[in-house]
Structures are given as structure tokens and as C-alpha cells.
């Protein structure tokens, strides 16, 4: 028996590969932007890096968990290394706690506002793409610029989507899926 093999014209073969390989640009290029102008907040710029703390050496470990019992060459590193600022001779305990709850405050703070930041641009332009897309004639750069709009949307919102309530969830997949409906019938109904 004798199987029918599809042929796929090499101009459609083209424009599916120029479509794919615009859509991959397209969001690169608008991510790496805004990595760009507005790159992420690194923990380091707002708290203590964990590897700078000073380290006691694997043979003057700490016994029965207190610092008094280290070495006294090594008790204001013991200290250090359980959170606290430094030994005091006088009393044997380690005094001023370190307070990483600020700084990670801060930080958390700085990573949400470029995440609605990064949420906002990547929405916005992933829907000006789309929109471009619908409008343009030509099948190969249209679709690649609908694949890109959305893949862009679809990073934006991963990006904040935790952050995001259930109503806005809720709300995004409605008008999502909406704007699919609508451009399976406005550019496919031929």
C-alpha cells in the first residue's frame, strides 16, 4: 500500500519558521529591555551576603550550642555566625541580634514593584503586539507577532501572578480567553 505524503509548500515552511523565530525575538528582546533600563533587585544589595559571615573552623565547632564554650579566639566569629553582632567578654553571651527582617523587608518590597513593573510593560506590549499582528496582512510577521504579544503576556502575568488576587486571576484568564475567542473568529474564520 501506498501512503500519501503531505506536501508543505517551502514558502509556508518559510513563514512558519520566520513566524516562530519573530515571536522568539519579539520577547526576548522586550524581556532583556527591561532587564535593560530596569534590572531585578538582587538580595545582596539589600542584606548581608550569608557567605561574607566569618566562618569557625571545622575544628573549633561550638559545644553544647553556646559561644562560652568555643575557644575565646573564636567566640566573637561563634556569635557572628549565629546572628549576633559580637561576643561581650564580660557578660559570656553574644550581644546585638543582627536584623535581617528589615533588610529582607526591603528587599521583598523592591522585588514586588519591579514585578508589577516588569507585569505592566510585558502587558502592554504583548497586547500592542497582538493588536499589530491583527491589523498587519502578511501571515508570517502577523502570527509572529501574535505568538510574541502572547508569549510576553503569559510571562508578565507569571511574573506577577502570585501576587495577584483571585478576582485579578480570575479577571485576566476572562479577557484572555475572550481575546482568543475573538481572534480565532476574526483571523481564522476563513
Same mark, same amino acid.
Not at 566569618?54 to 564554650?69: H, M, Q, R, S, V
Given at each position: ?6 506536501? +508543505? /509548500? ?6 512558519? +519558521? ?8 519579539? *520577547? ?5 529591555? !527591561?532587564?535593560t ?19 569557625? /573552623? $571545622? ?10 564554650? &568555643? *575557644? ?8 557572628i ?9 564580660e557578660?559570656?553571651?553574644? $550581644?546585638?541580634? &543582627? ?8 528587599y ?10 516588569? #507585569?505592566? +510593560?510585558a502587558?502592554?506590549?504583548? =497586547? ?10 502578511? /501571515? ?9 504579544g502572547? #508569549? =510576553?503576556? #503569559?510571562?508578565g502575568?507569571?511574573?506577577?501572578? *502570585?501576587?495577584?488576587?483571585n478576582?485579578?486571576?480570575t479577571? !485576566? ?18
Amino acid at each position: 500500500m501506498k501512503k500519501n505524503k503531505i506536501k +508543505i /509548500p517551502p514558502n509556508k515552511v518559510k513563514a512558519i +519558521i520566520l513566524s516562530i523565530t519573530i515571536a522568539i525575538v519579539l *520577547s526576548s528582546f522586550v524581556i532583556y529591555f !527591561i532587564q535593560t533600563i530596569h534590572p531585578s533587585p538582587k538580595y545582596e544589595d539589600y542584606c548581608e551576603k550569608e557567605s561574607s559571615r566569618i566562618l569557625i /573552623p $571545622e575544628n573549633k565547632e561550638i559545644i553544647g550550642g553556646t559561644c562560652a564554650t &568555643v *575557644s575565646p579566639d573564636y567566640r566573637n566569629e561563634c556569635c557572628i555566625n549565629k546572628g549576633y553582632e559580637s561576643y561581650n567578654q564580660e557578660t559570656g553571651e553574644c $550581644e546585638g541580634i &543582627v536584623d535581617y527582617i528589615e533588610c529582607q523587608e526591603k528587599y521583598e518590597t523592591a522585588r514586588d514593584k519591579y514585578k508589577l513593573r516588569v #507585569f505592566i +510593560i510585558a502587558i502592554i506590549t504583548g =497586547l500592542l503586539s497582538i493588536s499589530v499582528g491583527i491589523i498587519l496582512i502578511l /501571515p508570517s510577521v502577523s502570527s509572529g507577532l501574535m505568538i510574541g504579544g502572547t #508569549f =510576553l503576556t #503569559f510571562y508578565g502575568t507569571a511574573i506577577y501572578w *502570585s501576587d495577584l488576587t483571585n478576582w485579578l486571576r480570575t479577571l !485576566i484568564l476572562g479577557a484572555v480567553l475572550g481575546i482568543l475567542i475573538w481572534l480565532g473568529y476574526k483571523k481564522l474564520q476563513n
